[in-house]
């Protein structure tokens, strides 16, 4: 789990390295969606497969499944080190291999909560989850700085990490595990895959083209491509729920959603995998565009030092979550789970009380926060999902809580992308235009830079790359006016001190959306039911959901 979450994030840092290596300019006209498929594909997969795997898992064997999503992975994940190509092609080769190594994250992910669920009793099974979802969410923050640290090497070596791993990984698997879960044979339900896989998609890919400039447009969302997608996606979706009312044997136990447990646990879930994207997104922009300029750091060193300086968030994650995971089963899921995105909630709350230059070791300590109630909610949180249903249906029961996860990280680079580029379009450019000509760019010039899509801007301080000296390479205007002027335009603080009122007003957008986010999961959470949510289930005759819960128990709606 750790290396499939990993791998969501370790191309983030490493793009720029990694498009140097391809001789490619991410943005360029025309390249900008290269760049949001490396970071969109292989979450897309994962998020529309996740749950058919699950099922498949729950028919095939859970073990089974798993062990193939190991060979898949690392076999991807070396076809991904030995691109041949550069330019356009080699950005294709990659975002295709990046696409199949997601299918085999996807295998992984589908089937290693339900196998520890399977394996572990009542009374260790929050502990194991815990450690389990720990790795993950460790994984997506350990990803940051493994990915700046392999690139500074090469830029192949972010890819060569998983081929060991994943090896090792494979064969271990075949030799260790076995299947000590319930498979249940039956039948595969195509209409029902065709219409999720392709709605999910088609909203995913929608929100990936929804971020991009058309049409003279800071955004795409008014764009009749993406507005097909999304309403396209959506009636599918709904068509794919009526489906699942109908067959004998659905992938998406639409039923399981009468386990209160179930349903609140998943909802909390999805809001705060929504919550975490964002605040994953917005820090690493907020350090490698803003803060390590501001304190001397040049700007093709500011991927790694932002993955370094957002450790604390890490370190909280993996100081709660197995302690979390370990205490509910002995109290219960609901207290850990609630009482952790409440503090999710005030931390948030605690970011935007701070200034765009902060001092870090207050940062440090909000991050700490946050990543420790993020730790107290996930581990509690997925045992108490997985517990809540019968034993037959927790590998499609984990697919389902996977594909809230992935879904959530993916709507989030939607949602705050949207919100903060909304938040610069209606600010950056005046005060663009005024920096550039009171330093001697020509009028014409400044107006020009000061209207291009802020989330070429975004992008440039994303990558690595001086915002300023890129906007204005293409002109030539560097060259012409005085020196002085020029080194001013380009010094690391400059940028920065520009764009402090336009990105501070965009932080505060986001960071109060995330908070309201987290607040509802809180309530969410806190409507699962009792302490007896955290027991698992025994199937109904039926085999669906459970006809009645014991005594003492408040699972059901």
């Not at 500074?152 to 070596?157: E, H, N, Q, V, Y």
């Not at 970011?351 to 946050?370: E, K, S």
């Not at 001013?488 to 965009?506: E, W």
Request: glycine share 12%; with cysteine; aromatic share 10%.
């Amino acid at each position: 789990m750790g290396m499939a979450a990993l791998d969501a994030s370790i191309v983030i840092i490493a793009m720029p390295a990694i498009f140097r290596g391809i001789h490619l300019d991410p943005l360029a006209p025309g390249n900008i969606s290269y760049l949001l498929w490396m970071i969109m594909g292989y979450l897309l997969v994962t998020a529309v497969l996740v749950v058919a795997l699950g099922r498949l898992g729950d028919m095939f064997g859970r073990v089974r499944t798993y062990n193939l999503g190991f060979t898949i992975f690392s076999g991807a994940s070396l076809a991904l080190s030995l691109d041949p190509l550069t330019g356009s092609a080699g950005a294709l080769w990659l975002i295709c291999w990046r696409l199949v190594q997601a299918v085999g994250g996807a295998m992984l992910m589908a089937n290693s909560a339900a196998i520890l669920t399977d394996a572990f009793p009542t009374e260790q099974r929050g502990m194991a989850l815990g450690v389990n979802q720990i790795a993950a969410l460790a994984g997506q923050f350990l990803g940051l700085i493994a990915g700046g640290l392999l690139a500074a090497f090469d830029w192949r070596a972010v890819f060569w990490v998983n081929v060991p791993i994943g090896v090792i990984g494979t064969i271990w698997s075949y030799r260790s595990l076995r299947e000590v879960g319930t498979s249940r044979p039956g039948r595969i339900d195509w209409p029902g895959n065709l219409a999720f896989t392709a709605g999910a998609a088609a909203i995913l890919i929608g929100i990936t083209y929804g971020i991009q400039p058309h049409a003279g447009h800071t955004m795409g969302w008014t764009s009749p491509l993406v507005i097909a997608l999304l309403f396209g996606g959506i009636a599918l979706l709904g068509v794919f729920c009526l489906i699942e009312t109908k067959v004998a044997e659905p992938m998406f136990e639409l039923g399981l959603f009468r386990i209160r447990s179930f349903a609140a646990g998943n909802a909390a879930a999805l809001l705060t995998a929504i919550a975490r994207g964002g605040l994953q997104f917005m820090l690493i922009i907020w350090l490698q565009g803003v803060w390590l300029p501001l304190h001397g750091y040049a700007y093709a060193d500011t991927p790694l030092w932002a993955g370094i300086y957002m450790l604390p968030l890490t370190a909280g994650f993996m100081l709660a979550g197995p302690l979390s995971g370990h205490l509910s089963d002995r109290y219960g899921a609901r207290p850990f789970a609630t009482g952790g995105l409440v503090i999710v909630a005030l931390s948030f709350l605690g970011l935007l009380a701070l200034p765009v230059d902060f001092d870090y070791p207050v940062f440090a300590a909000l991050l700490l926060l946050n990543g420790m109630g993020q730790g107290l909610f996930s581990a509690p949180n997925t045992s108490s999902v997985m517990s809540s249903v019968p034993p037959g249906r927790r590998g499609v029961a984990s697919g389902m809580r996977a594909t809230f996860q992935n879904s959530g990280m993916s709507l989030s680079i939607g949602i705050f992308f949207s919100l903060m580029i909304a938040g610069l379009a209606a600010r950056l450019p005046q005060a663009l235009a005024a920096g550039l000509h009171g330093q001697g760019v020509p009028a014409a010039v400044a107006t020009q830079v000061s209207q291009l899509p802020p989330v070429a801007t975004l992008f440039a301080a994303f990558l690595g790359y001086n915002p300023i000296g890129h906007l204005l390479a293409p002109s030539g205007v560097l060259h012409s006016i005085p020196a002085a002027h020029a080194q001013l335009l380009t010094s690391t603080a400059y940028f920065p001190r520009l764009v402090a009122g336009p990105f501070h007003h965009g932080l505060i957008v986001v960071f109060t959306a995330a908070a309201v986010m987290a607040a509802i999961a809180a309530i969410a959470s806190l409507l699962r039911g009792g302490r007896g949510d955290s027991r698992a289930q025994t199937p109904s005759a039926a085999g669906a959901v459970p006809a009645e819960a014991p005594a003492g128990r408040e699972d059901r709606t």
